[in-house]
Each structure stands twice: as structure tokens, then as C-alpha cells.
């Protein structure tokens, strides 16, 4: 039996990976980002590119239907793999390289000689699901999604921002934090990630700031020095919890396998301990009303008590939680953007 490469895993979605996923079905080439992942069909037959949008929850099932039941492995262990038949590197070639097929054609050969152990899988007892909670901030962030234009977004936020309603975002948020309380996945990891190199800048505003963020050896220069938080971690997700202290379902009966799907930019902490949720938001992105919502759904999700234990816990009592229920947003925007002003009335935001 081999050793080689690892199941598909929803809940453990590698970060920046480049390699072959391989089912009974297919073998696709396969990139995964922060935020998408394309997915290159070559075998039976050769596809065009697919891109699935991580952060959206009806997309991000789709990629884990796709893969279900697929056999990953990894740019270094395909090279490894195949260089001896194929004759050439692996590593080498870029998704468009028309040699794709042979080299998947290669390591399908060897699995079926060679076939890979399977984890070994207990079927959960009747009745033990657990429940994750979609809070009433997160219904609202997934209309606004739905209703993705910036004439929506505007009259919305306009309407919020209006005489009497000005506390309306704030209950909803102090609402999904209390709605949140009851999920307790403290004793998960924020992410999976066992290798945390550097970033590759890819010429991406998003992904590149984040990437100089969180590198100790680069120094962002932040105008107004009290928003100059202490980088913590990158892309993790307050919902994420795997099958070892599941099954989980969501509360609408359906499975909580995706739980896990996107994340926050950033965690930063303030030099007192508090943590701050920082969301990166490039030119051609949604609007800013939009980036607020995220942001404060993201922090609904991160300030309960057990969200606390388990950041006590993934970061050595670094975060310090003074007054509960409450949390720091920082946006970052790469250029300002339209609505600022009514944005920073319905926020309460001064800067």
C-alpha cells in the first residue's frame, strides 16, 4: 500500500496547494488560494479551467462534491513520483502545459499498482450530531452576497444609517454573538495549515498585503500608528471543526462538512491584548457596507467565551478578551472607496 498524498478533506482544505486530485471519476489539476480555487479537468478528457469561490457557501460545496472521494497529492510528491516515466519535472510545468495528462496519466498508473491506505473511518453514533449556528449577522452577510450590487448595498446601508436606526447593526451583532455562544469547537485548530513559510507575492493587493503583514521580516508603515496591531495569524475561520469532535450539521439540517470555509483576512492584537479582525478589501471588490457586515459577522464569531478559550488555547493567552462580546475591525482598502461617510455613521467609526 502506498503512502503517498492524502484524502480530500473539506474541513482541512489545503492552503496554496498546487498538485492532482484523483477519484474514481477524474484527475484534475488542482489550485487552491485563500479565497478560489481552479480546478483543470485531464483525464478521461481534457476541460477547460473552473474556478469556485471559496468564500461562497453554495461554490465551496460544489468543490467538495467535485472532490469528494479524491486521492491529493502534492507539486513535490507528483515530480517525485512520475520524473522516472515521464522524463521531464513536474514542478516545472505550469497548469496550461499540455504534458499535464501525461503525468496524470502516470500517477493514476501507479496508484492502480500501488493503491493509497484510506484513513480508517468510524460511522458516527445514531443521534450525536452537533449543531452550528448561523447566526443572524451571517444570514444578513449571505443576502447581502446574493444581492450583490452596489446600488442594494448603498440604499441598504443609506436605510441604517437613517434618523432612529443608527443601533440596528449593533443589536444585530450583539444578537449573533449571544446566537454563537452555544457553539463550542475550542479544542480545534483556526486552520490546518502545518507549514506556515512565507507567502509568495502574487501582484495581488489581497493577497499580497496580507502576505506582508504577517512576514516578521517586512515593516508596514500604518498612517495613524494606533491601528498598528500585532499580526497574529491569517485566513482562519471562527466556524471550523472537523470530524474529530463531530459530525456537526448546520441548523438548517444541512451537513456540517463545509463549516470551515473561509475565514477572516487577518487576526491582529492590540498591544493590550485585544483582538482585532482585519479584512482586506481590494479595488473591484464588493463595497465597503459589504466589508463591514463580514468583518462584523467575523467578530460575532471570535468574541464568545469559547471562541476566547480557543484562542487562549491556538495562541498562548496572547488575546485578551477585557470587555466580552466586543472586538476591534480594521479595513483595509486599497483605495477609499465610495460610502465612507455613511459607513462610518452607522459603524460609529472616527477614522
Same mark, same amino acid.
Given at each position: /500500500?502506498?503512502?503517498?498524498? *492524502?484524502?480530500?478533506?473539506?474541513? %482541512?482544505?489545503?492552503?496554496?496547494?498546487?498538485?492532482?486530485?484523483?477519484?474514481?471519476?477524474?484527475?484534475? &489539476?488542482?489550485?487552491?488560494?485563500?479565497?478560489?480555487?481552479?480546478?483543470?479537468?485531464?483525464?478521461?478528457?481534457?476541460? +477547460?479551467? =473552473?474556478?469556485?469561490?471559496?468564500?461562497?457557501?453554495?461554490?465551496?460545496?460544489?468543490?467538495? +462534491?467535485?472532490?469528494?472521494?479524491?486521492?491529493?497529492? *502534492?507539486?513535490? +510528491?507528483?515530480?517525485?513520483? *512520475?520524473?522516472?516515466?515521464?522524463?521531464?519535472?513536474? %514542478?516545472?510545468?505550469? @497548469? #496550461?502545459?499540455? !504534458?499535464?495528462?501525461?503525468?496524470?496519466?502516470?500517477?493514476?498508473?501507479?496508484?492502480?499498482?500501488?493503491?493509497?491506505?484510506?484513513?480508517?473511518?468510524?460511522?458516527?453514533?445514531?443521534?450525536?450530531?452537533?449543531?452550528?449556528? !448561523?447566526?443572524?449577522? @451571517?444570514?444578513?452577510?449571505?443576502?447581502?452576497?446574493?444581492? %450583490?450590487?452596489?446600488?442594494? &448595498?448603498?440604499?441598504?446601508?443609506?436605510?441604517?444609517?437613517?434618523? %432612529?436606526?443608527?443601533?440596528?447593526?449593533?443589536? /444585530?451583532?450583539? !444578537?449573533?454573538?449571544?446566537?454563537? =455562544?452555544?457553539?463550542?469547537?475550542?479544542?480545534?485548530?483556526?486552520?490546518?495549515?502545518?507549514?506556515?513559510?512565507?507567502?509568495?507575492? *502574487?501582484?495581488?493587493? $489581497?493577497?499580497?498585503?496580507?502576505?506582508?503583514? $504577517?512576514?516578521?521580516?517586512?515593516?508596514?508603515?500604518?498612517?495613524?500608528?494606533?491601528?498598528?496591531?500585532?499580526?497574529?495569524?491569517?485566513?482562519?475561520?471562527?466556524?471550523?471543526?472537523?470530524?474529530?469532535?463531530?459530525?456537526?450539521?448546520?441548523?438548517?439540517?444541512?451537513?456540517? !462538512?463545509?463549516?470551515?470555509?473561509?475565514?477572516?483576512?487577518?487576526?491582529?492584537?492590540?498591544?493590550?491584548?485585544?483582538?482585532?479582525?482585519?479584512?482586506?478589501?481590494?479595488?473591484?471588490?464588493?463595497?465597503?457596507?459589504? $466589508?463591514?457586515? =463580514?468583518?462584523? /459577522?467575523?467578530? $460575532? #464569531?471570535?468574541?464568545?467565551?469559547?471562541?476566547?478559550? @480557543?484562542?487562549?488555547?491556538?495562541?498562548?493567552?496572547?488575546?485578551?478578551? #477585557?470587555?466580552?462580546?466586543?472586538?476591534?475591525?480594521?479595513?483595509?482598502?486599497?483605495?477609499?472607496?465610495?460610502?465612507?461617510?455613511?459607513?462610518?455613521?452607522?459603524?460609529?467609526?472616527?477614522?
Amino acid at each position: /500500500m502506498s503512502d503517498i498524498g *492524502t484524502p480530500f478533506d473539506p474541513n %482541512n482544505l489545503p492552503y496554496r496547494f498546487r498538485g492532482l486530485a484523483i477519484s474514481e471519476r477524474e484527475c484534475v &489539476h488542482l489550485t487552491v488560494g485563500s479565497k478560489s480555487s481552479v480546478l483543470k479537468k485531464l483525464l478521461p478528457d481534457i476541460g +477547460e479551467d =473552473q474556478r469556485y469561490d471559496l468564500l461562497d457557501d453554495d461554490e465551496f460545496e460544489g468543490l467538495c +462534491e467535485r472532490l469528494d472521494g479524491a486521492w491529493l497529492l *502534492t507539486i513535490g +510528491e507528483i515530480t517525485k513520483l *512520475t520524473i522516472g516515466s515521464v522524463g521531464f519535472a513536474a %514542478n516545472e510545468l505550469k @497548469r #496550461e502545459d499540455d !504534458r499535464w495528462p501525461q503525468v496524470a496519466g502516470a500517477v493514476q498508473s501507479h496508484l492502480e499498482q500501488d493503491p493509497p491506505v484510506p484513513p480508517k473511518v468510524e460511522d458516527p453514533p445514531v443521534g450525536s450530531e452537533k449543531v452550528v449556528p !448561523r447566526t443572524e449577522l @451571517r444570514h444578513f452577510y449571505r443576502s447581502l452576497r446574493l444581492l %450583490n450590487a452596489k446600488d442594494i &448595498h448603498d440604499t441598504i446601508c443609506g436605510y441604517l444609517a437613517g434618523r %432612529n436606526r443608527g443601533t440596528k447593526l449593533g443589536d /444585530m451583532f450583539l !444578537r449573533s454573538v449571544h446566537h454563537f =455562544q452555544q457553539y463550542d469547537n475550542s479544542s480545534e485548530p483556526f486552520h490546518g495549515r502545518i507549514d506556515d513559510a512565507p507567502v509568495p507575492l *502574487t501582484g495581488n493587493y $489581497a493577497f499580497d498585503l496580507v502576505a506582508k503583514i $504577517a512576514d516578521p521580516n517586512v515593516h508596514v508603515n500604518f498612517e495613524d500608528p494606533s491601528l498598528a496591531g500585532e499580526f497574529v495569524d491569517r485566513e482562519l475561520s471562527p466556524f471550523r471543526s472537523t470530524s474529530r469532535t463531530g459530525p456537526w450539521r448546520f441548523e438548517n439540517g444541512e451537513s456540517g !462538512r463545509i463549516s470551515g470555509a473561509g475565514g477572516l483576512d487577518l487576526l491582529l492584537m492590540m498591544p493590550d491584548g485585544r483582538p482585532v479582525i482585519g479584512e482586506v478589501k481590494a479595488e473591484g471588490d464588493s463595497t465597503l457596507f459589504f $466589508a463591514l457586515v =463580514q468583518s462584523l /459577522m467575523y467578530a $460575532a #464569531e471570535l468574541v464568545t467565551s469559547n471562541q476566547m478559550k @480557543r484562542l487562549d488555547h491556538a495562541y498562548g493567552g496572547r488575546i485578551k478578551l #477585557e470587555v466580552p462580546g466586543t472586538a476591534d475591525v480594521i479595513l483595509f482598502c486599497e483605495k477609499k472607496p465610495d460610502g465612507m461617510d455613511l459607513v462610518q455613521k452607522i459603524s460609529g467609526a472616527e477614522r
